[in-house]
């Protein structure tokens, strides 16, 4: 799994889009994720479990994750509580890189 972070306009979803298709994997942008399923408003770690309940249903856990975590409270629980995939990579973009 790989998450995308950065701040507005500096090119996450362009990123995001390109390298998923250009590697087969499946971009899921956290935010998006939350209204689809009907859990924009739910606490931090709530939010964050069932993320980690969707992704361990996932057949082919490749994984681009944009706009997560949006807190420290979801980066820790996140690390905390998710055992499946064993790697994650973080690329943080910025401004200057686009």
């Given at each position: 799994m790989m998450f995308i972070?950065?701040?507005k306009a500096c090119g996450k979803s362009t990123i995001a889009s390109?390298?998923?298709?250009?590697?087969?994997m499946?971009?899921?942008?956290?935010i998006?994720?939350?209204?689809?399923?009907?859990?924009?408003?739910?606490?931090?770690?709530?939010g964050c479990a069932k993320l980690?309940?969707?992704?361990?249903?996932?057949?082919?856990?490749?994984?681009i994750m944009e706009n997560f975590p949006e807190n420290e409270v979801q980066a820790r629980y996140f690390l905390?509580?998710?055992?499946?995939?064993a790697n994650v990579?973080?690329?943080v973009c910025s401004i200057d890189v686009s």
């Open positions: 972070i950065g701040p390109n390298m998923a298709s250009r590697t087969n499946r971009h899921i942008d956290y998006q994720w939350k209204k689809e399923t009907g859990n924009k408003d739910i606490g931090d770690e709530e980690i309940e969707s992704l361990a249903l996932e057949i082919k856990p490749r994984i905390r509580n998710c055992k499946a995939p990579f973080g690329l």
